[in-house]
């Protein structure tokens, strides 16, 4: 019965999690060359070398793998924010806020292809501008529980929870923009720039 579920030394489903990676591995390497439009079902299974029969073996349809390639950068940027965070755990607030931005700014500067799949142009998808709101949403809610054992015991949540959406919201839309090559700044300015306004919205919030 072993030998009857074996090919190559390899289980059916060990090759049904090989096939999906390598869609999903074509999907992200088209959509950094080309953008989100250009990632076809038909493409990616070329790409991948695979014919169209298995697309659907691991995806609905094609904003199935496209939420998938999106959330998957999403959260590999997510684990960077939250690795620098964790290495500073025992600075002041304001470091760690720097020390995020700081990973995520240089990220894109370094992996320019890469980020536009987070902070590119997602319009005519619905699938990717309501995964973008949503993000939004819940790296608010995420930034508020990290920040929370900084803040002043009387702080009103509403007002500090606009301020943190505002900053979020904000620097999506900045990343945007110096992808784009819409801003004129090094990583480093920017950088500055970034954490200040972060500071300007959170400081009264602080101890301390």
Known sequence: MTASRRYSGKTADERRAERRLALLGAALDIWQ???????TMRGVCARANLTDRYFYESFANRDALLATAWEQVRDETLRMVLDAVASRIEQPALDQLRAAVDVVVHHVQEEP??????????????????????????????????????????VDGLEFRVNVLLGIGGFVEIMLAWRSGLLDADADTLVDHLTGVGTSLSRMFLKG
């Open 33 to 39: 060359e080309q953008g989100w439009a250009a990632v």
């Open 113 to 154: 292809a890469r980020a536009q799949i987070l902070f590119g142009d997602h319009a005519g998808s619905a699938v990717l501008e309501q995964l973008r709101r949503q993000t939004v949403q819940e790296t608010t809610g995420l930034l508020i529980e990290l920040a929370r054992p900084h803040l002043k015991p009387d």
